[in-house]
């Protein structure tokens, strides 16, 4: 951590120059470098911060626009953290701007401590279908899932091979706040394979090299929905290794879905098949 | 248009230098202001450019990067553009980067006019699918929905109210080719709604005020798929417009599915239901 002040907790802290070191701190965490020697994570507006709140996970910094609009919820989740001992800063919002890149920046935002994103802090028999994505580069991509996985119940998203960082602003923002509520895991794709196997669950790969239509498969929990790179797929051995290759029809010119896009589809139909008694 | 010259289609020109007007006029149709003014949108890559000469959409100007790999694609994309009289332009790939705004552009761009966006253009029973788009603020999402809309075999997107433009390179490129492929209609509600009326039709929104469960619906073609603002959602005086409002469960603790995600969840819903004997 790259800053410490005496009154933790305590008081509300007031920042007016753009050369602050606060303001530096937080500015390089939208760099993925500083955000991994920091292991620290930005997530802005009240919403997000809520919905993180509302999933047990305070921010350690609560950052505010001075002259920002008062709300019950920003109230609460400023108690909050002062009650946990976080830190309360309040600076101009054009200096927030230049925080959270934007021109019009929301009048709010946290400073997190990343997850732990093992393999082995997943219990697969909590849901009955996660999903994994395999050398996903989009941010945007990758936080749709986690909002995906949200909304069917999954248990969270695996992230194999190297894929875009699902702690950047970008994937916290599409993910709608899912980033708190799914859990997360990182792994090469050896390892993945290896926990799968080590117990149960059904591993099913999106492809087009398989005549199991996705509407007919038989999709058993926990099942592990697996979409590949935005323009390669999956490797071919990858999807060799799995239970199951289903193929989602494409009547079009085009030979591929948007990586986020098949993994809904795929993840709706599976969660169907799931449901029935 | 902004430039001629004398021996239009009959040679190539190169541009060595980053003041030209030709350069200029390329980076202005990043802009949209530009965009309508000119009436004519960027495509980016050897890809997208031969889905549009399959489709058998030519660019107006052909560039082309100085240096860059042969290729038969390309080879016979110059050709065509040649036969059609149109501009071929050689440039530094660092001008072509100028001009794509990426670090490392593709090898390729093209200047193509703007499609007719009028509802009268559609022929409503061309396909059983059409998706619409309201306030669609994400050209991510827009060329997404597009290339959504390519694989279910759907006629093509209209746009209510104010979305995005479907020609700016993010929705162009995110289309995947689709933007060339699928028909695309751009109009206010009222406008869209009286366009309907006068024909068969079924309008179906993607709703949360409606106990229909999206996999029981009584789709029927042409089928015509509404989804709202990534924010707001669908006016409520819309969705009561619609012939069917239909749910998509949300398991988890989030309202709503990215609106790409949703309309392609719904389309393939509905293809499924309009394909069964």
Known sequence: MSFQHENSGA???????????VVKFLRSLRDKKHRKREQRFLAEGLRLL????????????L???????PHP???????????????????????LAKVTGKDNPQAVAGVFAEFDTRLSNLNRNAAPIWLVAQALRDPGNLGTMLRTGDAVG??????IDDCADPFSVE????????????????????????????????????????????????????CFLMVGNE????????????????TIPMLGRADSLNAAVAGA?????????????
Not at 74 to 91: K, N, P, Q, R, W
Not at 154 to 159: E, M, Q, R, S, V
Not at 270 to 276: G, S
């Open 11 to 21: 008081e509300r802290r007031t920042i007016t120059g753009f050369s602050n070191p």
């Open 50 to 61: 809520t919905d993180a709140r509302e999933a047990g996970i305070l921010p350690e910094t």
């Open 63 to 69: 950052v505010m626009a001075i002259g920002r609009d």
């Open 73 to 95: 919820l920003l109230s609460e989740l400023e108690a909050a953290v002062h009650a946990a001992g976080g830190d309360i800063i309040e600076m101009d919002v054009d200096i």
């Open 154 to 159: 999954a248990g969270g998203l695996i992230l």
């Open 171 to 222: 994937a916290v923002r599409a993910s709608m706040g899912a980033i708190f509520t799914q859990k997360l895991a990182i792994a090469r794709w050896d390892e993945f394979h290896d926990w799968l196997r080590t117990g149960t669950g059904q591993l099913v790969a999106a492809s087009l090299r398989d005549p199991t239509d996705y509407r007919q498969a038989p999709y058993a929990a926990p």
């Open 231 to 246: 323009s390669q797929g999956l490797p071919a051995a990858y999807e060799q290794a799995c239970d199951l290759r289903v």
């Open 265 to 277: 589809v795929l993840a709706y139909e599976a969660l169907a098949h799931l449901r029935k008694p």
